[in-house]
């Protein structure tokens, strides 16, 4: 009789981390989270503390493992793990004592805005976005890095040394549990090095021409290794000795989560952000409508899979937002009551432009703002115009994929918290007048990065073995209002756009 096998997925992101363990069928079994400190030292300044990450995975690691032996399964069993992860946010750290030079500065902090008019002003900046797939921006990890270096004596001191070294939080992660100082490996992969900017989208390889634009040629850059192969092992803690075996950016093990292999399929993440990925095949295609050129996932031996993609800087982060700064609702769960307690938002338009927009504006001059008041206004009118936001900008960017791929969309693909709410749900079906589908089990980002370690550990050896995973007990949302409403609601979220951007002058 043989022994059941199971895969385990570290999902480090922007608010908490979990460690989850699976069946190859993708069943969770066994999971611990822990969220863990935001650090905001000024307005649109938003940090974490490397050494805490780090802690918050091995203690749900070893949660988990009393999980498991209580349920009479052998740690051994666990024949893989695969780390996803909060992309673009930015750690550099001193190759001689292995310790961080600073706070992570995350993917949503908004301070580099001078820094990216200073880069879109040199000589060079308009051909920035071929080579790598991106646009200049506070979003980007490249962007961080340089002004960690302007404006951090101890970075400064570091890099002109030649020991700055550079790490999305899937590297620092990986160099800490194979490690660290000793004998630790200094390696990401393709997805999370495709969202650094020193990356070449076409070669996936370090290039120099961005390295020299941002003036980072004595950087110490991890190497670039695929999604699914074997890393190392952990080097401490109960899962000391598992194969460390898959490694994707959180958007594209959602993507590989849900199983969006072929070309023209989507899915969309509702999480502290929300961020859509189209699936567009073995060629990068460069986007016309203000959307990001990815890389979808890159397992070994076989060609990297692109993807075009749309991301909203604030989603769950608005909902948060309401709960911990405003004091309007008492729990994140409370917000779908409330909105669902009235028919519409009775007017009014809330662009949550809280870090500026992202895809498809690409707007770092916008603010927060709320629109359209009355003195009929209560609470659940605001609850949810909020809900309404991460689903009008999300029709923005579907429109912007349906321009640069030439395909209209017939369904989308939905997980995250937010996918929880019926009501938000219904409401994204309504704005983009097509069916939503969301899995009953909705750790689909997790499971990507498990799926990619079992990959390389030979849990599963072709696609075609994952085409059961997660398929039963999905819901469909339909819409149930006419385009005429549709138009007439999205007209009034364009106009709030409009006097949203351009509130910061310098």
């Given at each position: 009789m043989m022994t059941e096998q199971y895969i385990g997925s570290i999902d480090q992101g922007t608010t908490s981390t979990r460690f989850i363990i699976f069946t190859p069928s993708g069943h969770p079994i066994a999971s611990h989270q822990l969220e863990f400190t935001q650090i905001y030292p000024e307005p649109s300044w938003v940090e974490h503390d490397p050494q805490e990450l780090v802690g918050s995975v091995h203690t749900c690691m070893e949660e988990v493992a009393k999980n498991l032996r209580a349920q009479g399964i052998k740690l051994s069993q666990v024949k893989g793990i695969g780390i996803t992860n909060q992309r673009e946010t930015t750690i550099v750290w001193d190759t001689q004592t292995g310790a961080a030079l600073y706070n992570a500065i995350v993917w949503s902090d908004a301070r580099t805005a001078t820094t990216v008019k200073q880069l879109e002003s040199k000589e060079g900046s308009k051909e920035i976005p071929a080579l790598c797939g991106l646009p200049i921006s506070t979003y980007f990890a490249g962007v961080k890095v340089r002004w960690l270096i302007d404006n951090v004596p101890e970075v400064k001191e570091c890099y002109e040394r030649g020991h700055l070294a550079f790490s999305t939080i899937d590297s620092w992660l990986l160099y800490n549990l194979t490690g660290g100082l000793n004998g630790g490996r200094h390696i990401t992969d393709t997805t999370n090095a495709s969202r650094s900017m020193f990356m070449n989208i076409q070669t996936q390889k370090w290039d120099s021409k961005l390295l020299k634009f941002f003036g980072v040629e004595k950087l110490v850059l991890p190497e670039i290794v695929s999604s699914s192969e074997v890393y190392g092992r952990l080097g401490t803690g109960s899962f000391s000795g598992t194969t460390l075996s898959g490694c994707l950016g959180d958007q594209s093990a959602a993507l590989v989560g849900q199983l969006a292999f072929e070309p023209g399929q989507a899915k969309n993440t509702y999480g502290t952000g929300c961020f859509l990925l189209y699936n567009t095949g073995?060629?990068?295609?460069?986007?016309?409508?203000?959307?990001?050129?990815?890389?979808?996932?890159?397992?070994?031996?076989?060609?990297?899979?692109?993807?075009?993609?749309?991301?909203?800087?604030?989603?769950?982060?608005?909902?948060?937002?309401?709960?911990?700064?405003?004091?309007?609702?008492?729990?994140?769960?409370?917000?779908?009551?409330?909105?669902?307690?009235?028919?519409?938002?009775?007017?009014?338009?809330f662009v949550t432009a809280l870090s500026g927009l992202f895809a498809p504006y690409w707007r770092p001059d916008a603010r927060?703002?709320?629109?359209?008041?009355?003195?009929?206004?209560?609470?659940?009118?605001?609850?949810?115009?909020?809900?309404?936001?991460?689903?009008?900008?999300?029709?923005?960017?579907?429109?912007?994929?349906?321009?640069?791929?030439?395909?209209?969309?017939?369904?989308?693909?939905?997980?995250?918290?937010?996918?929880?709410?019926?009501?938000?749900m219904q409401i994204q079906s309504d704005i983009l007048g097509i069916e939503v589908e969301r899995p009953l089990m909705r750790e689909t980002t997790a499971l990507g990065a498990a799926i990619a370690a079992g990959f390389a550990v030979g849990v599963y050896n072709s696609f075609e073995e994952l085409k059961h995973i997660n398929q039963d007990g999905k819901t469909s949302f339909k819409p149930q209002i006419s385009s005429e409403q549709r138009n007439t609601r999205y007209a009034l979220w364009e106009r709030g756009v409009e006097r949203a951007i351009g509130w910061l002058e310098n």
């Open positions: 073995e060629k990068p295609v460069i986007s016309k409508n203000g959307l990001l050129t990815t890389v979808g996932y890159h397992f070994k031996g076989q060609k990297p899979v692109y993807a075009l993609e749309g991301s909203i800087a604030v989603a769950g982060s608005a909902i948060k937002w309401l709960r911990d700064k405003m004091g309007l609702i008492e729990s994140s769960q409370a917000i779908g009551t409330l909105a669902s307690e009235v028919e519409d938002s009775a007017g009014v338009i927060g703002t709320i629109l359209g008041l009355t003195q009929y206004t209560t609470k659940h009118h605001v609850c949810r115009a909020v809900l309404e936001a991460t689903c009008f900008q999300t029709k923005a960017i579907l429109d912007a994929m349906e321009l640069d791929s030439g395909t209209p969309f017939t369904k989308l693909r939905v997980d995250g918290g937010m996918t929880n709410s019926d009501l938000a």
